[in-house]
C-alpha cells in the first residue's frame, strides 16, 4: 500500500477512535513533506476541524499521538499549524521497498476494460514529414504507450492525406517540371521528391500572379485565375471522375511518398495498428448531412449549399456541403467519427493535432452533439503548440522547413561529435557506436520534445538537446548505463543481489529514492488523466537526478557491509528498471553502457 493510501486508512481510524466520526476518504488530504520541515508526509487537519472540534495544532497532536501509539510504521510526527508532518519507520520502507523490488509489473495499472483510438501524424502526401510532425507523431505515440500503462486498451491510427487539391499540385508540377524524374533515377526518397514538386509548383504559380497583378488584375483574382492553378483543380475534378491517367500518375506519386514516410516512421520507431486513407473517406459524412437536414439542425442555401447554424451556441455558421455537392474537411471527419465509434465501441477517440484546429474540433464535438450521438463527449482533442526554431518559424510552401530526415541525420551526427569529444566510446567496436549515437540522438530528440507540456509553444535547439548534463535524454541515458556498468562490475566480483535484506538501517537519501520509486504508478496515473507525457519525462529526469546525487554520496561497490552493498544493489537495480518503464513509454532506449 502507497503511503498516502496507508496515512487516509490509518487516519480514518484515529478520527473514528478518537471523535467518534466515520469520515470519508476525501476528507484527509495527503502531501510529501515540504523539504523544510521534518517529516515523510503531511496529514492536512483543516478538514478535519469541524469534527475534532479543536484547534488545528491540538486536532494534529492528537491525530499524531493515536497514530504513534497504534501503529508501528509511524515513528515519529511534528505538528505546523494545520499540518501533521509524520516520519515512517525504517521497517515500512524497507516494506514498500521489498514489495517495489519484487513486483515486475511495478508501474502497470490494473486494466480498465476500456478501448482508446488515437489518431496521430495525419501527413499530406505531398511533401515530407518534417519537425512539426515530429511533435505530432511523438506525442502520439507516447501518449497511447501511457494510456497503454494506465490499462487501456489503445489502437493507434494514422489518417493519411492523399487527395485534394495541394496533392495535385505537385502531380502537376511533376509533369511540367519533372523530366520524369523518379526516386530511383535521382536517388532522392520518394517523399523529398514529392516535396520538392510541390515547391516547383508554388513557384511557379507565384510567377503567373506577379505577371497577372503587375498586367492589372488585382491580386485576389490572379490567384484565382493564375493558369496553374486551374489546371491544378482541373486535374482534380478528372481524379474525382476517374480519370485513368490522373489516377494512374496519383497512384504512383503517392507510392514514392508511401515508400518515404514508412523510412522515416522506422527511424523515428513509430507505428500504427491501422492506416486509413482520405481517398477512401472522404466521402463520408454526406449521408450525416442529410440526418442534420431532416432533423432540421442543418439548412440548406438558394445554392445548395448546406451550413449549421451555431451562433447560438457562441460559435459561426459552418459550411457543411458546398454548392456543388462537394464535401469540406469537416463532413468527412463527422462521418469517420461515426465509423469508428461504431467499428470499434470506443471509450474515447482523441486525435493529436496543432493547436491551430482548436476551433475545428470544437465545432465537430458540437455537430455532433446535435446529430444525437451520445459519445461526442468521448471526443478529445490532444492539443499541441507548434516548434519554432532559433530562426523562426517554417514555411512548407517555400521549402524552408526542416525535413525530419535531415533533422534525424542532424543529431545523429551532433550525437557522434558529442560522444567522442567526451570519450564516451572507448573500447566499442564501430557497429556497437553506430547503435549508440542513434539510441543517444533519437533519445534526445524524444526527450527535448516531450519533456515540454504539448500545449505549449516550444523552441527545439538540437544542440541543447544533446548535452549530458542538465533535463535531457542523454542525462537519463547516461544515468542507466552507470547503473548498468555498477551491477556488471558486483557480477564480475561474484556479488549478486536480487531481494532486499532484512535489517538494514536505510538512509535518508534511499529512503528518498524510495518515495521517489514509490511515486511512478501515481505519475502514470497522472499523466494519464492529462494526456501529458511530460509529467513522465520530468519525472524521469527527478529520479535520474536523486540517484546521481545520492551515488555521488554514497559508496556502493566499496561497502564492506555485505547486506548494506545488497540492499544498495538492489535499490540500483530498481532505480534502473523504473527508468526503463518510464522511458519506453517516451519511446526512448536505454543503452546497457556507454
Known amino acids: 500500500m502507497s503511503p498516502d493510501k496507508f496515512i487516509v486508512e490509518k487516519a480514518k481510524s484515529a478520527v473514528a477512535a478518537l471523535f467518534s466520526a466515520d469520515l470519508p476518504d476525501s476528507s484527509f488530504q495527503v502531501q510529501v513533506t515540504r523539504k523544510e520541515f521534518e517529516g515523510d508526509y503531511t496529514l492536512v487537519v483543516f478538514p478535519l476541524l469541524k469534527t475534532s472540534k479543536l484547534s488545528p495544532e491540538a486536532t494534529g497532536q492528537a491525530i499524531g499521538e493515536w497514530l504513534k501509539a497504534n501503529t508501528d510504521q509511524i515513528a515519529g510526527y511534528n505538528t505546523v499549524k494545520g499540518f501533521l508532518n509524520l516520519s515512517f519507520s525504517n521497517s515500512y520502507w524497507s516494506g514498500l521497498f521489498s514489495s517495489i523490488a519484487s513486483d515486475s509489473n511495478f508501474g502497470q495499472l490494473p486494466s480498465t476494460g476500456k478501448t482508446i483510438m488515437v489518431e496521430f501524424s495525419s501527413p499530406n502526401t505531398n511533401k515530407p514529414l518534417h519537425l512539426g510532425h515530429i511533435r505530432n507523431n511523438l506525442l502520439g505515440w507516447s501518449v ?234 468521448s471526443i478529445y482533442h490532444l492539443s499541441y503548440g507548434m516548434v519554432e526554431l532559433p530562426e523562426g518559424k517554417m514555411k512548407s510552401r517555400e521549402g524552408t522547413v526542416v525535413d525530419a530526415d535531415d533533422l534525424l541525420e542532424k543529431m545523429y551526427n551532433t550525437a557522434k561529435e558529442t560522444s567522442m569529444e567526451l570519450g564516451k566510446i572507448d573500447n566499442m567496436e564501430p557497429a556497437e557506436q553506430d547503435e549508440l549515437f542513434r539510441t543517444l540522438s533519437l533519445g534526445a530528440l524524444k526527450y527535448f520534445i516531450i519533456k515540454v507540456d504539448p500545449k505549449k509553444t516550444m523552441l527545439f535547439d538540437p544542440k541543447e538537446s544533446i548535452d549530458f548534463n542538465g533535463n535531457t535524454g542523454p542525462f537519463i541515458q547516461y544515468t542507466h548505463a552507470r547503473i548498468k556498468s555498477i551491477l556488471r562490475k558486483a557480477s564480475e566480483k561474484g556479488i549478486s543481489a536480487s531481494e532486499v535484506p532484512s535489517g538494514v538501517e536505510l538512509s535518508p537519501k534511499e529512503v528518498r529514492l524510495i518515495k521517489l520509486l514509490d511515486m511512478y504508478p501515481g505519475k502514470v496515473a497522472e499523466g494519464g488523466l492529462a494526456h501529458s507525457p511530460a509529467v513522465i519525462a520530468n519525472y524521469a529526469y527527478d529520479l535520474a537526478k536523486e540517484f546521481n546525487q545520492y551515488y555521488h554520496d554514497t559508496p556502493v561497490l566499496k561497502e564492506e557491509n555485505q547486506k548494506l552493498l545488497q540492499c544498495r544493489l538492489v535499490l540500483l537495480s530498481c532505480v534502473a528498471k523504473v527508468l526503463v518503464k518510464a522511458m519506453d513509454i517516451l519511446g526512448i532506449k536505454l543503452p546497457e553502457r556507454m
Open 144 to 377: 497511447s504507450k501511457l494510456l497503454e500503462a494506465n490499462g487501456h486498451k489503445v489502437m493507434k491510427v494514422n489518417l493519411v492525406n492523399d487527395r485534394g487539391i495541394h496533392i495535385c499540385k505537385s502531380m502537376l508540377a511533376w509533369l511540367k517540371t519533372g523530366n520524369g524524374e523518379t526516386p530511383e533515377s535521382s536517388g532522392k526518397k520518394g517523399d523529398h521528391l514529392v516535396g520538392d514538386c510541390y515547391v516547383a509548383f508554388n513557384n511557379i504559380y507565384k510567377k503567373e500572379v506577379d505577371e497577372l497583378t503587375s498586367g492589372g488584375m488585382s491580386k485576389e483574382d490572379a490567384e484565382k485565375n493564375a493558369p496553374s492553378m486551374k489546371e491544378a483543380q482541373e486535374m482534380l475534378l478528372k481524379w474525382e471522375q476517374g480519370d485513368p491517367e490522373v489516377v494512374g500518375l496519383w497512384k504512383k506519386m503517392n507510392s514514392w511518398v508511401y515508400d518515404g514516410f514508412a523510412k522515416t516512421y522506422a527511424d523515428l520507431g513509430i507505428s500504427f495498428d491501422r492506416t486509413y486513407y482520405e481517398s477512401q473517406t472522404y466521402l463520408l459524412g454526406k449521408a450525416l448531412v442529410q440526418k442534420g437536414l431532416d432533423m432540421g439542425i442543418f439548412e440548406r442555401e438558394a445554392d445548395g449549399s448546406v451550413w449549421c447554424d451555431l451562433t447560438a451556441d457562441g460559435l459561426d455558421r459552418k459550411l457543411l456541403l458546398r454548392g456543388d455537392g462537394t464535401s469540406v474537411y469537416i463532413t468527412q471527419d463527422l462521418g469517420t467519427a461515426e465509423q469508428r465509434f461504431s467499428e470499434y465501441s470506443l471509450d474515447e477517440h482523441i486525435y493529436v493535432v496543432g493547436n491551430e484546429q482548436n476551433y475545428h474540433f470544437q465545432v465537430l464535438k458540437l455537430i455532433l452533439k446535435k446529430l444525437g450521438f451520445t459519445w461526442a463527449d
